[in-house]
DNA sequence: CAGGATCCCGCTAGATACTG
DNA sequence: CAGTATCTAGCGGGATCCTG
């Protein structure tokens, strides 16, 4: 008889699994760039900020004041804007620079690494753009056959 | 003076933006292949399944059953595997067979456009292994910086 | 075999208030 | 201006049990 029971290797082999992906550099990256703001970072950094209802992201890549972030992504809470302009920081995505006037400025801006990094969402976004209305038709039929 | 606070004003932007984030192609892509399970499966059937430790990803697109996705994906739950596979197939992205055997015979495979999209994740995937070495080297670089 | 139905818990985003 | 600190509620996901 077994040292463990069924159950018990299921759970096994999940906790081996989950350490697996957690090594896995696709999961990682994707874990990154799926977050809310994330992505809309790196499109106002990269593109002149984007995603305002109306504008479309053509501009040049430039440094953005944290006042400027926050007004651009007006859906953003203070907390989470930090959190994860940090977060981008220490992936070393985006450059924290601090100027003594008074009262203190803060800019961002992309990294090398940041902007070949914006160039892999402009592709999604472009995916997107071509073929998120075919999903948006599919749902929909998916949804009248069910009803 | 006003009929809105400062305080509802704030809150409207955030609402109308919200709103426009909803209706956003790229936002609402992102949203669909993060999901854990999500890029796994497409993984799976697009690549005769992936992500088992050691095993990389170089065979072709093939059908697959629910048992069969069960058993690769082995951190997943029913109820996710289930769930997840349901939105696929909502989507367009793959189609769900049923076979009239007994037991009943259930197959999964890749549409066109899952394909499309798989061939997206592959692109990501390889963006991925180029450089999240380096993301990591940062992040312990940043790390150190701070303790 | 391939799910459906429930219960339940942890985590995290958001609101709010305060500060160098 | 550019944050920090704290509290809380909602919900996504896992566990578990059941079925055509």
Redesign the pocket.
């Known amino acids: 008889m077994p040292t463990l029971t069924a ?1 018990q290797k ?2 096994q082999a ?1 906790a081996d699994y ?1 350490a697996f992906l957690e090594n896995c550099p696709s999961r990682q990256l994707l874990d990154r760039i799926s ?3 994330v992505a809309l970072i790196l499109a106002a950094l990269g593109s002149g900020g984007p995603h305002q209802p109306g504008a479309d992201c053509v501009g040049e890549p430039r440094a953005m ?6 007004r651009r992504l007006a ?9 994860t ?2 977060s981008l920081e220490r992936d070393g995505l985006i450059t ?1 620079t ?1 100027t003594a006037t008074v ?6 801006e992309l990294t090398d690494l940041g902007l070949s990094l914006h160039h892999l969402m402009r592709g999604i976004k472009e995916w997107a753009e071509a073929h998120m209305d075919e999903v948006r038709a599919n749902r929909e039929r998916y949804d009248r056959r069910v009803d």
């Open positions: 159950a299921r759970a999940r989950d977050d809310k703001w004041r944290y006042s400027e972030l926050s859906g953003v809470s203070q907390k989470m804007l930090t959190q302009l940090r924290r601090v009262p203190v400025t803060v800019t961002y």
